[in-house]
């Protein structure tokens, strides 16, 4: 117990002495559970290191540059998460919201201090005309996607079933319903926060706060902590049928199929998109990775040949295809809530995105080798894996580009390099140096020298403008935004704008 305390000191005093909000020294708060306690809800928790929940109560999806937590506080109202962003700034002791533990970037692994775990706001109401909805600030992506079907309703939410359904959304949010109703962003009604200044607050498009609602849509991690929002729902349609049509290619097509995936970009309908990956799996093939093309459609019991002809002619190695419902999409693409995009615990893991108009096959063909070379067998990054997202764009470019904080409605496709490996730190160098050589591939390809990198896919050795936009007067106007309402950066671990 004496070792744990004067390692908890030694944590604060780190802390203590970097943060530039600090204006007086303060010594280590033991008193969380006797001072905060008393403060929150009946049903809140605080679970502290000692606790043998504390573990699990603070695992995280990858491994890689972390955040690490002094105690965990289960807030169950949005009063308990003011009380505790109110305690923390008291003691200068620095707070983060978690979710679904997905977030992954370099800038988490400065922070050290009280996670907030969100997951008992989960309240689900939907409005009586049945079009919108008010959720819980810590729902998941299925928990919502489930509340709304059980309704016979949808809206547009993030493919990975268990991460949170706002770390998405705060940075603009892609969805395989992108296409129809634009990003996940784009369904907000309106939100309830608490802001650094520990206030809960309302904001929406016309109000008190209508300056940071621009912000909220594509930079919301920087500002506050979601409670509660209102977002739009639909009617199901088609009885919620959808389909998918499978490929599996090998090196010798790949120039020809990211041509492919050019065109079927023009072509595909707002119900359809295309996921796609090189990976090594040695029962495909034993010695190299493959290229998988993955193509789905609303609607159709098998997606419609116009659309896959094209592929099938290219010669794949395999077509499997089947269809379901909506509610089979994450399971189909890999993200499902028993796959291993949900673990915790296990992997070193740091995604690496870029955003592009479109493919240069030339380009593309070069990543392929130069991955095939970094995942040899035997490579301890063997399992890495390259994402390629090709939604439809309507819903998305129906939004006025200026209109949120989102900078990239223009690129017509998402490439996510994503390393992974055994956990060890001493590996994360080399993982970043690998991460970023493959995407300074497809950025050579593009002809534009600027990088666009979605905030929430980014490793943290991308620059402001790649994440917030190059237009300048984006970074300017998130700046004046931040100095309004989180002068002392407490909100300065994720993807963080600084004042
Ligand atoms: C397997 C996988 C699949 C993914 N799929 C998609 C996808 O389909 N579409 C997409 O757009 N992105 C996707 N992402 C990226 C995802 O948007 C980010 O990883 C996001 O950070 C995940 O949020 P989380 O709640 O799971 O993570 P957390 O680590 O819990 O949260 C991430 C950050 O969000 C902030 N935050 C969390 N909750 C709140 C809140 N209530 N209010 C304010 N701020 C908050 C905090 O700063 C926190 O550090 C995926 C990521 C992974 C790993
Ligand atoms: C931690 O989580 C695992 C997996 O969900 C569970 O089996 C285990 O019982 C949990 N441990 C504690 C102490 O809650
Ligand atoms: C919300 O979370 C609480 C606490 O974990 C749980 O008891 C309750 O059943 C959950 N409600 C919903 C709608 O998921
Ligand atoms: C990666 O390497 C490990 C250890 O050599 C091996 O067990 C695993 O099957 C490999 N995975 C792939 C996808 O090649
Ligand atoms: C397939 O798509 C084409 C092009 O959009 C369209 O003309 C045709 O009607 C569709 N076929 C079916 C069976 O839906
Ligand atoms: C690639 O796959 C085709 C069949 O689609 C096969 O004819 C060819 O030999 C394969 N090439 C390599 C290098 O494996
Ligand atoms: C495609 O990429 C290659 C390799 O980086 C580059 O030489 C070529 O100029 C690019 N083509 C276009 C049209 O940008």
Not at 15 to 35: C, E, K, N
Not at 188 to 217: C, H, K, Q
């Amino acid at each position: 117990m004496a070792a744990l305390k004067a390692w908890i000191i030694g944590v604060f005093c780190a802390v203590l002495f970097t943060d530039s909000f600090t204006t007086a020294i303060v010594f280590p708060r033991d008193d969380i559970a006797s001072v905060l306690g008393p403060q929150l809800s009946s049903g809140a928790q605080i679970v502290l290191s000692s606790n043998p929940d504390f573990g699990n109560a603070t695992a995280r999806w990858s491994l890689f540059d972390h955040p690490k937590f002094t105690a965990a506080v289960k807030v169950r109202t949005e009063e308990d998460v003011a009380a505790t962003v109110r305690y923390a700034n008291q003691n200068s002791i620095p707070f983060l919201a978690v979710v679904g533990t997905h977030g992954t970037i370099a800038s988490l692994g400065k922070f050290n201090g009280i996670e907030i775990l969100m997951h008992g706001l989960n309240s689900t109401v939907i409005s009586k005309d049945g079009k919108t909805a008010t959720f819980g600030g810590g729902k998941k992506s299925f928990q919502v996607i489930d509340d709304l079907w059980a309704a016979g309703k949808q809206t547009v939410s993030g493919i990975c079933e268990c991460t949170g359904y706002l770390g998405p959304a705060l940075g603009g949010g892609h969805g395989v319903l992108q296409g129809k109703y634009g990003l996940i962003a784009d369904q907000f009604i309106s939100m309830r926060m608490v802001t650094a200044d520990g206030v809960l607050r309302d904001v929406s498009a016309s109000g008190p706060n209508s300056d940071l609602w621009w912000g909220m849509r594509g930079a919301g991690h920087n500002f506050g902590i979601v409670t509660s929002f209102t977002s739009k729902i639909y009617d199901v349609p088609y009885g919620g049928l959808w389909s998918h049509e499978t490929f599996i290619f090998n090196r010798s097509k790949v120039e020809a199929v990211f041509d492919t995936i050019n065109w079927l970009s023009t072509q595909q309908p707002p119900g359809m998109f295309n996921r796609d990956l090189i990976y090594r799996d040695p029962t495909k093939d034993p010695n190299n990775p493959v290229l998988e093309v993955d193509i789905l459609e609303e609607g159709v019991s098998a997606v419609n040949s116009t659309f896959t002809d094209r592929f099938r002619a290219l010669g794949p190695m395999s077509v499997t295809s089947s269809s379901g419902t909506y509610k089979d999409i994450p399971r189909w693409a890999g993200v499902g809530r028993h796959t291993a995009a949900c673990k915790k615990k296990d992997f070193t893991k740091i995604r690496f995105p870029i955003g592009l108009i479109s493919y240069n096959a030339t380009a593309l063909g070069a990543l392929f080798d130069e991955f095939t070379k970094v995942t040899v067998p035997g490579s301890p990054f063997n399992r890495s894996e390259i994402m390629f997202e090709g939604y439809s764009q309507h819903g998305v470019r129906e939004i006025p580009t200026d209109s949120t904080a989102f900078p990239d409605r223009a690129d017509n496709q998402l490439v996510t390099i994503g390393t992974a490996n055994s956990h060890d730190p001493g590996l994360d160098a080399q993982a970043l140096k690998i991460g970023d050589s493959l995407r300074q591939i497809l950025l050579d390809g593009s002809g534009s020298p600027d990088m666009h990198s979605y905030v929430n896919y980014a490793a943290g050795t991308e620059s402001l403008q790649s994440m917030y936009g190059f237009e300048p007067w984006r970074l300017k106007k998130l700046k004046e935004l931040k100095a309004k309402y989180d002068p002392h950066e407490r909100f300065g671990y994720y993807a963080p704008i600084p004042v």
